[in-house]
């Protein structure tokens, strides 16, 4: 069973950066499409971006495009996400995970997840 870890969250104002990083128990975490989601406290748990297996296919929620990169390193067994010009409302609590189905952007479809890494945006 894959293990999975957020680290690189924090506080940030609004139009700075921040790199997520997701770190995988196993190099297993090669065999599963990778995503990010977000959640808001008393919201759903929101799709943020996926990745391929390989990393050569990934895609992005309207919200995050032309300002997140997703990308994985499998000789790290690690996948990150790339945040740019941050907004408030980008505020939330990001988790990454694991599934099998590529291109799906619902949190039903993801079996294994890390615990979370809150990101803060102050304007």
């Known amino acids: 069973q894959v293990q999975l870890e957020e680290s690189g969250g924090g506080l940030v104002q609004a139009e700075g950066s921040l790199r997520l990083s997701c770190a995988a128990s196993t190099s297993a975490f090669s065999r599963y499409v990778g995503g990010w989601f977000r959640q808001i406290p008393g919201k759903e748990r929101e799709f943020v971006a996926g990745i391929s297996r390989t990393g050569s296919s990934t895609y992005y929620a309207d919200s995050a495009k032309g300002r997140f990169t997703i990308s994985r390193d499998g000789a790290k067994n690690t996948m990150y996400l790339q945040m740019n010009s941050l907004k408030p409302e980008d505020t939330a609590v990001y988790y990454c995970?694991?599934?099998?189905?590529?291109?799906?952007?619902?949190?039903?479809?993801?079996?294994?997840w890390g615990q979370g890494t809150q990101v803060t945006v102050s304007s």
């Open positions: 995970a694991a599934g099998n189905l590529l291109g799906s952007r619902s949190s039903s479809t993801y079996n294994t």
